[in-house]
């Protein structure tokens, strides 16, 4: 896959004294938690717009709270709901897709793009179309359309800065050396909650247990997706498009304690790692401050009280995730897009109680294979091709669900 980085290496423009800011994504686990640090920021925050999907009257009160000149929610039908929760603000309210988009469209300098799913793609490219600063937490943006996404911003002169702790770790390490330097980025994992579960475990778990991560407090996808470690294989792709690093130098290390979440080798040998306890505050108020810093609410790191930090190498075995997903990184194209938009269909499913753990690989699995026999593999341009091949590949996965499912209770 070839990479564009448009993250910003040494040109460091202050920040101007009251930021205009957009959170997309806005009642979500990223949003809440980005929503907390504005209400601190005592008048150095302008809030544009405010979106959701359908929760209308957690959005209202967000808006309210942040005093937004616009709340949009994305399903026409949660319209009323936020228009009536809004009566009497002045604060303006919409609902559609187009009103999301238009959400990301207006002039904030600085927008959140925290929407779950390949469904924030359309918004997250809009913001970073008209040359925003976008607080990157949607992954799945990069994984669908990498190149496209980081190709499109380099040409507007966005500035993409990573949300996800991993690369926001990443992205602070490497400004401690060249970057022709790198020899090798290491994404921590906690390993999620099965880590040391057998496989047989696995096949049987519940929904519940999936969902009890042993140090994030998440939504319910990406929460699942640390349970299979989709999660580190979205993680690997983001990491390729986001610092323009080939493959090979991209590696995965088991850190159950969540306390190193990136690492940065030079060829000198040194290694140059980011720390901080498991809280989203961390990265999302670097983002938000960067490239100063502000106070961050978050509790600061006590590593005596901790003791000790401990790594493992991951189990390919336990976690076939990790194979599919390294298949799908070094065969580029469409790959990386099928791989998500079957890993959506199979974690919505899961949660929904109509597959079984293990059922969420194999189904990525069949439907990365039965893409490539039907040749569907060439690497989206635009987003209308990658909208297309997140459409063809959830079709394929809704196919093949039945005999997968069957197979994995
Ligand atoms: P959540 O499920 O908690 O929140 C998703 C948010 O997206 C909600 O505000 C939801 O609205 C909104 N939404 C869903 N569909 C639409 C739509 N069509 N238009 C507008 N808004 C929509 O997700 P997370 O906060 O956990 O994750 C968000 C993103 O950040 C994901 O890409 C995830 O991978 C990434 N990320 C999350 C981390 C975390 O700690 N949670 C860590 C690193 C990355 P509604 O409430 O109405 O449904
Ligand atoms: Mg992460």
């Not at 959170?23 to 809030?47: E, I, Q």
């Not at 179309?129 to 990069?142: D, F, I, Q």
């Amino acid at each position: 896959m070839q990479a564009v980085s448009p993250l910003p290496r040494t040109e460091r423009k202050p920040a101007s004294a009251v930021r205009t800011v957009t959170v997309l994504g806005a009642t979500g686990s990223v949003g809440t938690s980005t929503v907390d640090l504005l209400k601190r920021g005592n008048g150095k925050y302008r809030v544009e717009a405010v979106t959701a999907h359908k929760n209308a009257v957690q959005l209202a009160q967000i808006a309210r709270d942040l005093n937004a000149r616009l709340a949009v929610v994305a399903d026409p039908s949660a319209y009323r709901e936020l228009k009536d929760a809004l009566a009497g603000t002045g604060i303006e309210a919409a609902s559609g897709e187009a009103a999301s988009i238009e959400a990301a469209q207006r002039p904030a300098e600085w927008v959140m793009a925290a929407v779950s799913g390949s469904v924030g793609l359309r918004s997250t490219l809009a913001a970073a179309k008209r040359g925003a600063t976008v607080a990157l937490a949607n992954k799945e943006c990069l994984v669908c359309a990498g190149a496209m996404f980081m190709r499109t911003a380099a040409a507007s002169g966005a500035t993409v800065l990573p949300v996800d702790s991993e690369h926001n770790a990443i992205f602070q390490a490497l400004t401690a050396g060249p970057r022709e330097d790198v020899s090798r980025i290491v994404i921590t994992a906690s390993g999620g909650p099965f880590r040391t579960w057998t496989r047989e475990q696995m096949r049987a778990a519940k929904l519940e247990q999936a969902l009890k991560h042993p140090n994030w407090s998440m939504g319910p996808k990406i929460t699942i997706d640390s349970a299979t470690m989709f999660n580190k294989v979205l993680e690997l792709i983001e990491a390729h498009h986001l610092f323009a690093v080939e493959p090979a130098k991209l590696a995965v290390l088991v850190h159950p304690q969540s306390i190193i979440h990136g690492m940065v080798e030079y060829r000198d040998g040194s290694v140059v790692a980011q720390l901080g306890s498991p809280d989203m505050r961390i990265p999302i108020a670097h983002c938000l401050a960067w490239p100063t810093r502000i106070d961050g609410p978050a509790a600061k790191l006590d590593l005596a009280k901790i003791g000790s930090l401990t790594f493992e190498a991951p189990d390919p075995d336990r976690f076939p995730a990790l194979e599919l997903g390294r298949r799908a990184l070094e065969t580029g194209g469409a790959a990386p897009t099928i791989l998500n938009a079957a890993n959506e269909v199979a974690v919505a499913a899961f949660i929904g109680g109509q597959i079984g753990f293990g059922g969420i690989a194999d189904l990525v699995e069949a439907t990365l294979e039965a893409a490539e026999r039907r040749n569907a593999t060439a690497e989206p341009q635009d987003i209308d091709e990658a909208l297309a091949v997140d459409h063809m590949a959830r079709s394929l996965a809704h196919d093949l669900f039945p005999e997968i499912a069957a197979k994995s209770f």
